[in-house]
């Protein structure tokens, strides 16, 4: 079975460029999940989707991120303008309600 | 609000010895409680999570954890570490009761092994 996918792996991007991130869930989890960790800091729960509905976006630190689940299945997450403190690994997780999140290798984005 | 402390930044063992990674947790109902671990270059592993029942946990890689309710802990304890278990280590808490939706993370133990 395969895992949670992230692409892209790696993307150096400059100052107020536009990064699209994307995920694919493990098939059959309707739960799926943005994390981040920037800077060494402690790895930061962004939002929550079920199925295509946000249910928890409380994380998100501002309007330049726009996560999005068409379909309720893969799922994109877009900063816009980039800034430099946006630099880090986006984590993507994905489960069934109540059950273990499995995270995916991450996105590690670097802002110039 | 919830919380988790990983009171330890850096560790720093030697081949063979023995391991306890240290982690406390603030959460008002029964946790859900993880560790997980971030090898170099690479994403989150799941090494062993409690949920209920039995307070001694058995995970990957020969990783153990207890619970422990009086003390708000979750240690993470390895008898025998070797030089691949060099990575940075998670506890996280389940928020939310009868169930979660969402991870909150300690810091991060980050462990370092000399031959």
């Known amino acids: 079975e395969a895992g949670v996918t992230q692409f892209p792996s790696h993307s150096v991007i400059e100052k107020g460029q536009t990064v699209t991130l994307r995920c694919d869930p493990i098939?059959?989890?309707?739960?799926l999940y943005w994390y981040r960790r920037v800077m060494g800091k402690e790895i930061k729960f962004l939002l929550h989707?079920?199925?295509?509905?946000?249910?928890?976006e409380s994380g998100m630190p501002n309007n330049r991120f726009l996560a999005e689940r068409t379909g309720g299945t893969y799922s994109t997450l877009k900063v816009q303008p980039a800034e430099l403190e946006d630099s880090g690994v986006y984590f993507c997780?994905?489960?069934?309600?109540?059950?273990?999140?499995?995270f995916g290798e991450g996105s590690w984005l670097t802002v110039v | 609000a919830q919380s988790v402390t990983q009171p330890d930044i850096h560790i720093t063992v030697s081949e063979g010895a023995s391991l306890e990674l240290r982690c406390n947790y603030s959460?008002?109902?029964?946790?859900?409680l993880f560790w997980y671990v971030q090898s170099p270059g690479q994403g989150l592993q799941l090494l062993l999570k409690?949920?209920?029942?039995?307070?001694l946990v058995q995970g990957i890689k020969g990783f153990e954890a207890e619970f422990k309710r009086s003390q708000s802990s979750f240690n993470l304890r390895k008898p025998s570490v070797h030089w691949s278990d060099a990575a940075e280590y998670f506890c996280?808490?389940?928020?939310?009761?009868?169930?979660?939706?969402?991870?909150?993370f300690g810091a991060g133990t980050r462990l370092a092994v000399h031959p």
């Open positions: 989707f079920v199925k295509e509905s946000k249910q928890d």
């Open positions: 409690y949920f209920s029942g039995d307070t």
């Open positions: 997780a994905s489960s069934l309600l109540g059950n273990t999140i499995y």
């Open positions: 098939s059959g989890h309707d739960n």
């Open positions: 996280a808490v389940g928020a939310q009761s009868g169930g979660y939706n969402k991870l909150i």
């Open positions: 959460y008002g109902a029964t946790p859900y």
